[in-house]
Structures are given as structure tokens and as C-alpha cells.
């Protein structure tokens, strides 16, 4: 379908892809993440996170300080060293991601190099790993991809005859339970998940996989899994009751799962998450919603709350539009939906203030000043950071748009 596209190339207004170790670092147990960065990445990785406190946090910052950007100092034997302090401090480790910043990069850091190296140091006991998620490459949601990239070559071959699903994409422990249950239901009883919980439960990978993705973000997870063999289920993406739906019919047609059995399975489900959602969309219905491009999430979205909760759409901004990825949820869109790829924020401010819209979805860069021009806003990072996939999730993410429209209508009170 061919939709009016606004695409810019401007400046645009993004958190860098080391947020994603917020949610990656609570996913994969037994995994660190050590940003090798400056005192900035570290200060972004406090606030970001800064609402959890743990006794022993799995992420941390290796600081770039100003000798080694004036080359004095060498910054590969600096980061063996912090490295073997870390791991030896904290035995309960296995896997250490390098995460590449800015300042890295700024002084031609080779991490891949520095992980093979620190890897053989401290084989078997611990796997390193390394990915970037400077902002000079990567917005927040990106982040995920590059990790989940860097754990394809490390995945077990995969050579049996059976073939096998493979769930890509992190996600909450309780929707990946809620979708194992299901699957095990339809009689698909090889369900692997991308990232795994554990550093050695990595699934294994090959031309049997068949694999549905979780996140709309994952453009080069999905590629590198092709090139293992693996094959992608079109699908839309597991948000709502009808995208979950959809995404499940995906993986029950290719396993020969048949129309009866799938609607025993799934019908209940339905059903109640149905009744749940009509319940928390009503103060949705025929509002106008405006999305600024920001997690990569904000297509599926605006299909979401289209479909289900009787929104408008004013603007759908994503900063990257994958075609082929996008292409069963553009097909539920209308076809006068405006989309928007990339960024000129200035632009899309004009256009925002000028539709004034009942709910904006935003940054945490916009919604402050956008809130105190009277608009109502909602954080986009919420919806990475809060499980809203599957049928039990449904009403919870209708909620999470709908609160602070209520919240404004009594604050007016
Ligand atoms: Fe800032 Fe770059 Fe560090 Fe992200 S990686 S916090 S954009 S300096």
C-alpha cells in the first residue's frame, strides 16, 4: 500500500541505544554490560535507571577519561584491567558485553578485538561480547538490535530434523511464560526464546528454524539469523488482541497447527482480553493520537489503538520504516494514514502544535515542554520498559494511553 510518507532528515530527538541495557540487563541474568564510555554515558545510564536499586546492578561504565582521548594513556590495557577486576569481584557473571559509546568510537576503540582478546582471557568461565550503542549510530531501541546481533555467531548450530520456533526479541519473563503455555497448547512443544535468560541456555539455530519476531525493531537480528538458515514468519506483531492473534496464526500455520485446534487455544484468551480491553478504551475512542518517531514500536502501535481502542491518527512517526517487516501491519492501516519517517524536529513540532492532538507520544525531551503548552502527553520509553505483549497485556497497554488522558480530564476539573 502506498502511504504518504513525510520523510526527514533533520535533527531529530532520541535517546542513544545504551538505554537498551535497562531492559537487556534485566533479561539476560547472568549477563553485564560494561559501557565503555564517558562520564555522559554513565550519567544517562544512572537516570535512566535510576528508579531501580540493586545490590549487585549488572551494568556499569568503563570511563574514557581525558588522557585516554589525548592518546596518553593505552585504553586496551586499562580495559583488561577493569575487566579483570570485574570478573573477579563477580564470579556469578558469564557473559560480559563490551557496549561501544560515542567517546569510544571518537578514539577508534576496536571492541570486537578487545572482546575476542578478553574472551580467550577468561575462557570458559565467561563469553565477552561487543556491540555499539553510540548515538552516533543508534537510537534507544536500536541498542537491542546491535546486542542481539552480536549473540547470532555465538548461537549453537542447530542441526536437527524438526524443525523449531524461535520467539526474537526481549521480553518480560510472564509474557514469555503466558506464550510458551499457548504454543505447548497448539502442540508446538520447541519454543526457544532470543534473547535466552541464561548465557548458556543460548538456542540453538538453522535452515529448521522458523522464527517470529517480538519487537519491530530487529531489522539485523532477523538478517543474521537468515543468513544461519533460519526463515522469518510474516506477522503482525503481538500487540493487542488482534496483532496477538495474528502473530500466533503465524507460527500455527507454519508448525500445521489446524483452524480448530488454534480457536480452542486461543478462543478463552480472547475472550477475556476482549472484555478487558472494551472495558480501558473508552476514553480512547475518536481521540486524536500523534506519535513522534522514537522506539520503532509507534506503526504496531497506532494499528493498536486504530483498530481497538477507536483512535485517530493524526501522524505515525518511526525513525526507520522497515517495508518488509512493516508490511502486515501497513495493511490494517487506512490509507490516508500519514506516516513519517526519520526527524526534523522543529518540523514536526510545527505540525504537532498545529493539529493540536489529544495525545501526544513523545520522547521525555518533548513531553515536558509539549505538557506545558497544554498538550497531554505520553513517554514512548514506557512502552518498551512495561510488558504489553499477548492477550493478558492487551488492556494494560490500552491503559497506558488512556491514563494520562484521564488524569488531564481531572486535573481540567
Ligand atoms: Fe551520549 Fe553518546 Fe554516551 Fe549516548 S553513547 S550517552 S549519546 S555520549
Redesign the pocket.
Same mark, same amino acid.
Given at each position: 500500500m502506498d502511504f504518504p510518507i513525510i520523510r526527514e532528515r533533520g535533527q531529530n530527538e532520541i535517546f @542513544?541505544g $545504551?538505554t537498551s541495557i535497562i531492559w537487556l540487563h534485566r533479561k539476560i541474568q547472568d549477563a553485564f554490560f560494561l559501557v565503555v *564510555? =564517558?562520564r555522559? @554515558?554513565a550519567h $544517562?545510564m544512572q537516570s535512566a535507571a535510576g528508579v531501580m536499586i540493586f545490590a549487585e546492578p549488572r551494568f556499569g561504565t568503563a570511563l574514557i577519561e581525558e588522557r585516554d582521548l589525548a592518546g596518553l594513556a593505552d585504553a586496551n590495557e586499562e580495559l583488561d584491567r577493569v575487566v579483570a577486576r570485574l570478573l573477579e569481584r563477580r564470579p556469578d557473571i558469564r557473559m560480559l558485553f563490551l557496549v561501544g =559509546? @560515542?567517546?569510544s568510537e571518537v578514539i577508534k576503540l576496536d571492541l570486537q578485538r578487545a572482546a575476542a582478546r578478553l574472551s580467550q582471557a577468561h575462557a570458559p568461565r565467561v563469553r565477552v561480547l561487543s556491540y555499539t *550503542? =553510540? *548515538? $552516533?549510530e543508534t537510537g534507544f531501541t536500536q541498542g537491542e538490535d546491535q546486542c542481539l546481533i552480536s549473540l547470532v555467531p555465538e548461537l549453537p548450530a542447530d542441526t536437527g530434523s524438526a524443525p523449531s520456533l524461535l520467539v526474537v526479541g526481549s521480553l518480560a519473563d510472564i509474557v514469555e511464560d503466558q506464550f510458551t503455555r499457548l504454543f505447548r497448547a497448539m502442540g508446538i512443544e520447541d519454543v526457544r526464546f532470543l534473547p535466552a535468560r541464561k548465557a548458556d541456555a543460548l538456542p540453538a539455530v538453522g535452515p529448521g528454524t522458523r522464527f517470529l519476531l517480538a519487537q519491530p525493531f530487529l531489522g539485523g537480528t532477523a538478517r543474521a539469523l537468515e543468513e544461519r538458515g533460519a526463515r522469518r514468519l510474516e506477522a503482525p506483531f503481538p500487540l493487542g488482541v488482534e496483532g496477538t492473534t495474528a502473530w500466533l496464526r503465524a507460527a500455527a500455520a507454519a508448525f500445521g497447527v489446524d483452524e480448530p485446534r488454534f480457536h480452542e487455544v486461543t478462543a478463552p484468551a480472547v475472550e477475556r482480553a476482549r472484555a478487558a480491553v472494551e472495558r480501558t478504551c473508552e476514553p480512547l475512542n475518536e481521540r486524536r493520537i500523534f506519535f513522534f518517531p522514537d522506539s520503532q514500536m509507534e506503526i504496531p502501535l497506532a494499528r493498536f489503538l486504530r483498530q481497538e481502542a477507536g483512535m485517530e491518527l493524526v501522524e505515525v512517526g518511526t525513525p526507520y520504516l522497515h517495508r518488509e517487516h512493516m508490511a502486515p501491519e501497513l495493511a490494517q492501516l487506512p490509507a490516508d494514514t500519514v506516516l513519517s519517517e526519520g526527524q526534523d524536529v522543529d518540523r514536526q513540532l510545527d505540525r504537532c502544535r498545529e493539529a493540536h492532538p489529544d495525545l501526544v507520544v513523545c520522547g521525555l525531551g518533548l513531553a515536558n515542554p509539549l505538557e506545558a503548552e497544554g498538550m497531554t502527553t505520553k513517554w514512548s520509553i514506557e512502552l518498551v520498559f512495561t510488558p504489553v505483549q499477548g492477550y493478558d497485556q492487551a488492556a494494560d497497554l490500552a491503559e497506558l494511553f488512556a491514563r494520562p488522558l484521564i488524569r488531564r480530564a481531572k486535573l481540567r476539573v
Open positions: @542513544c $545504551l *564510555g =564517558s555522559t @554515558c $544517562l =559509546s @560515542c567517546p *550503542g =553510540s *548515538g $552516533l
